[in-house]
DNA sequence: GAATATTCGACCGATTAATTCTAAAAAATT
DNA sequence: AATTTTTTAGAATTAATCGGTCGAATATTC
């Protein structure tokens, strides 16, 4: 049917709330489909299991994440406001993705090998970005950097490695402010003088 | 010993946080423990269940709950103002004190005989707390009511009928003012003119 | 009204979680 | 320092839960 994969869809957004409150394991096939008016067994015609949910649950945040990184990058034309509207897009989208987040950090889902294959293609789809961001500002004589390939992997690495202290402690207050301070000690390097 | 009822309130205050973020069902014994740094089974020495454990975290966010109510009715002299503050305090604890909420709200915890119980508690206090908020607006001259202690109850059961449209819908924003204008509504029929 | 798509209740086996058991650390008492 | 008592926790037990299957029922399409 036609409608088949517009269920799908439905399922995908109700679940997400459903998998970004309680996790993934917490989180039952029951309340699933009692949450759209379901029966258990219903949601096995759409999907053949839990796991599978969850991949297109990640899927889809994953998209809603790439979507807000290109516009943010699209928002300006100067390269250092636009790296650092990009690196605050970036590290508060991972707060409210929490799903992906969770994909990523929580220690349960390492068997996971879809949550690898994520994992790296979101990490090539950040470099590239990321690259192009540096590589615009160093064309525009803003940023000085000999191979912006490289340097793409560095400030990626330093983002990733940023993003549990960022968000294990206080997570509330300050991050803005934290947010700053760190995009400003990476620009030191980066700017021209 | 004498630190038995010490640790207890330790187990306490920690397995109400996660009670309060997964709520009873999906909380587990391994999960209050692991917070704890303690084995499984070690729990079992201060607790016999997970029922008296959250039976224990009920009782303590009750208790929290009249204290922050009674301390708002100190707050001020002024009947209307005192009126006004303490439906505030009530609607927004309720918010905070989720446990205590859940416990009155889930279906899943009918069966628990305890929360009855609790709910009679809680209902025999704010019934009394209401009344003698009432009754000095009254002696003051600032309401106009024939029977204070039927007054009460028409006031409590008005705020447990809110609180159900009140929170589920859109949780964060319009709270204040949704509430002013609800103390506003029941004020007209009060205060006298 | 046959064929197809969709729903769901009943069930199963594996896993998980609550609780108990046992015995060993750690503290307190003698 | 021996012993008694308190506290801890790994292992064992038991109960419940949950993901997933199956087949039958119901709705939809042709």
Chains 1, 2 share one sequence.
Not at 60 to 80: G, M
Not at 139 to 149: A, D, K, W, Y
Request: hydrophobic share 40%.
């Amino acid at each position: 049917m036609v409608d088949k994969e517009k269920f799908r869809e439905k399922i995908v957004l109700s679940a997400s709330k459903i998998f970004s409150r309680y996790g993934f394991k917490k989180t039952t096939m029951e309340e699933i489909a009692r949450a759209l008016n379901k029966g258990k067994s219903s949601i096995y015609y759409y999907f053949k299991s839990k796991e599978e949910i969850f991949e297109a649950v990640v899927d889809h945040e994953a998209q809603v994440l790439r979507n807000e990184l290109s516009a943010a990058i699209k928002s300006t034309d100067d390269p250092e406001l636009r790296l650092r509207r990009y690196v605050k897009v970036r590290m508060k989208s991972f707060e409210k993705l929490s799903n992906y987040y969770n994909a990523i950090f929580n220690r349960d889902l390492d068997h996971f090998n879809f949550i690898e294959k994520q994992r790296e293609k979101y990490d090539l789809m950040e470099i590239a970005l990321i690259r192009y961001v540096l590589w615009m500002g160093v064309r525009s004589g803003h940023f000085n950097l000999e191979n912006t390939g490289l340097a793409a992997l560095a400030v990626q690495t330093a983002l990733k490695g940023l993003e549990l202290p960022l968000f294990w402690e206080k997570r509330n207050y300050g991050i803005d402010a934290r947010l700053d301070a760190i995009i400003d000690i990476l620009f030191y390097g980066i700017v021209r003088k």
